[in-house]
């Protein structure tokens, strides 16, 4: 069976984002993270991302594959390029009781914990998910739908915005697995539930 890694990045006090949704401002990724993130990426073939998520994120690298760069950055990096090209491979999935099926997105709008437990069953590589705290914390109460949680820790505080793990309601042990450091004082953490 497939694997399903939570995928996000966060800040030091555990926000995935502003209390408005938009991302924080100093955002530590250089190269060497971009790398680690490109190796991370090619273990996967499906993305699954919360509405929100989908939102902000697939548009700007959809635009990054066509070979274009975004008006909001001054320059696309060769690690950029590479990571639109393993994205672009991607099968995406949006969870979004909005949004209608187009440029090859896929929509689950109900059963969505059903409908990625059909996903780990088919054949293929590891699915991501990156979502906001509510749909997580649906997702992270089904017993072994998510295998793996991966966060990238930014050098950032914010006090206030959306909790990543906000919304749980319940305990969620996790086992440190992996953790590396990068120059830019970003740290990922691979955690898998634990006991």
Known sequence: MRKLVFFVHATLDGFMAKADGDLWERFAWGEEEMAFNNDFFRTADTWVLGRRMYEVIVPWWREVARGATPEDTEHVTAGDREFAALFAGMTVVAVSRTLEEQDGTHVFGAD?????????QQAGKDILLSCGPALLAELAQRPALVDEYLIIVHPAALGSGKPMFGELGHELPLELVEAQSFPGG???LRYRPGP
């Open 112 to 120: 969505v914990a059903d409908r990625i437990l059909a996903l780990k």
């Open 186 to 188: 970003c740290v990922a």
